[in-house]
């Protein structure tokens, strides 16, 4: 099936005029980055109609918390201490990862601490708050989660599936060896495992054990039947990287066999986008609720003097995730700092997206890697209302025509290429939901698909109009 012929095998098409619906998850921008300074990041969107975040702050005192009615929001908004740490004896060094949960009716926060006389005694802990606003209402410390092996333990989530509560937390075993495990326990209430907890997962892999052996901060997303915990791995310098275990929902959870781990990061610095050791990710929703959100750290810049920890620019950040038509997850490479970028499926061809494959515009399914596919849309290069469309992996790139075909290129600071790589946005020429990009120095010709491959082109026919509309997604 070529792409300039329409495909009366579309749902609600006929021949020539071939008709998809609008995306059921359409793009979503954030800027980059969230909040400055603020590690270990957790967002939740609550049914109060607010975002609630949390993070760790540099001086490892404190619990803060802020909340606005959009993820962007939270960037701005006032930020509460709602716990600080013990003058003495538990509790009272290195707040870490701090985490908040709405469960039955309850604020929970799960966070890391140490003691004042042993900072390194590093055990989870459970704070609850009972009144309907988290940022006023009183916090009741619940104490130290009891796990049957007392050692260094930290980063402890929560999740359902099936109707059970789990926890998830990562710790040192020394019978298993240095660094820290994954680990997985039923929950009799908020605060309290029941059962023997089981081992799901040891850093054994090159990329789990640069600097230190780890596994930390896990999290979870659920989607299709399957559950996805994510977590991080090696150090906590620009070695620092995502990996990812795969459960079916109806599995025995607890039965370590029933996980899977991806046998290369998900998720990993990239010095083309300038981003470094992202990881200790957690999961929100966008506003619309139609979209998957991840929410990171990393750090702007790769060599760190010192130790990791004592380094305060970890900073929160956030991007869209995607999923492949296997129901997977791709979360793609932690993108530049700004605006986060979008990609673009095609009205006619929806499981196709515009990529560049050898610097040549094309539309492709299964796109991978993901950031070839990911475009940020920016003022135009001409200016005059137009935009211009930046590769997401070659920062610097734009999509611009040249002999009339499409290609991702270096900006040269020409004028030509400036215009070549300007477009007037319009609603979509086959359907006002999308888009149709018109060429800035070639009015009527408009970006669309033939044979898959991407041209600038006068649109004439119905099957024309269709090529030269996509969708933000």
């Known amino acids: 099936m070529m792409a300039g012929t329409a495909a009366a095998t579309l749902t609600g098409a006929t021949a020539g005029t071939a008709h998809a619906a609008a995306p059921a998850s359409p793009a979503v921008t954030y800027t980059n980055t969230l909040a400055e300074q603020?590690?270990?990041?957790?967002?939740?969107?609550?049914?109060d109609g607010f975002y609630y975040f949390t993070a760790t702050v540099p001086a490892y005192d404190?619990?803060?918390l802020r909340r606005a009615t959009t993820i962007q929001g939270l960037a701005s908004a006032a930020e509460t201490t709602i716990w600080t740490r013990h003058s003495s004896g538990e509790m009272g060094a290195h707040i870490w990862a701090p985490e908040i949960h709405s469960i039955d009716g309850r604020w929970y926060i799960y966070f890391a601490a140490g003691a004042t006389d042993d900072v390194w005694r590093i055990r989870p802990y459970v704070l609850e708050c009972a009144a309907a606003d988290p940022l006023t209402g009183t916090w009741t410390e619940r104490g130290r989660?009891?796990?049957p092996l007392d050692t260094f333990s930290?980063?402890?989530t929560t999740f359902v599936v099936n109707g059970a509560r789990y926890l998830c937390w990562a710790q040192n075993d020394p019978a298993v060896g240095s660094g820290t495990n994954l680990y997985l326990a039923r929950m009799s209430n908020p605060w309290t495992i029941t059962g023997t907890p089981v081992r799901i997962s040891t850093p054994t892999a090159a990329w789990e054990t640069v600097g230190h052996r780890v596994n930390e901060g896990p999290a979870v997303?659920?989607?299709?039947?399957?559950?996805?915990?994510?977590?991080s791995a090696s150090a906590t310098d620009a070695?620092?990287?995502?990996?990812?275990?795969?459960?079916?929902a109806s599995a025995d959870l607890l039965n370590p066999l029933s996980w899977a781990k991806t046998p290369t990061p998900v998720?990993?610095?990239?010095?083309?986008?300038?981003q470094y050791g992202p990881g200790h990710n957690q999961f929100t929703v966008s506003e619309d609720g139609k979209s998957d959100i991840l929410v990171y750290h990393d750090r702007g810049y790769r060599d760190i003097t010192g130790d990791p920890l004592n380094d305060p620019n970890r900073r929160t950040r956030v991007q869209k995730i995607y999923w492949k038509a296997d129901?997977?997850?791709?979360?793609?490479?932690?993108?530049?700092?700004?605006l986060t970028p979008v990609r673009l499926s095609s009205h006619n061809f929806p499981d196709r997206f515009i990529r560049h494959w050898d610097y040549r515009a094309r539309l492709e399914p299964d796109v991978s890697p993901l950031a070839d596919s990911q475009f940020r849309t920016v003022p135009g290069l001409t200016g005059t209302g137009t935009v211009s469309l930046e590769s997401a992996n070659f920062p610097g790139y734009y999509l611009r025509h040249k002999n009339f075909e499409l290609r991702v290129e270096k900006h040269d600071g020409t004028s030509q290429f400036r215009a070549d790589a300007s477009f007037t946005a319009h609603p979509g020429l086959a359907d006002p939901a999308g888009i149709s990009y018109e060429s800035y120095n070639y009015p009527g010709r408009y970006i669309r698909h033939y044979d898959y491959l991407l041209n600038v082109q006068t649109p004439s026919t119905s099957t024309d109009r269709a090529d030269a509309t996509f969708y933000a997604q």
């Open 38 to 47: 603020r590690a270990d990041p957790h967002i939740l969107k609550h049914t």
């Open 62 to 64: 404190r619990i803060v």
């Open 145 to 147: 989660i009891a796990l």
């Open 154 to 156: 930290l980063d402890a």
């Open 221 to 231: 997303i659920q989607r299709g039947g399957k559950v996805f915990l994510t977590f």
């Open 239 to 248: 070695n620092y990287c995502m990996g990812l275990l795969t459960a079916s």
């Open 267 to 274: 998720f990993a610095s990239n010095a083309a986008t300038g």
């Open 327 to 338: 129901g997977t997850p791709v979360f793609g490479i932690p993108v530049a700092d700004g």
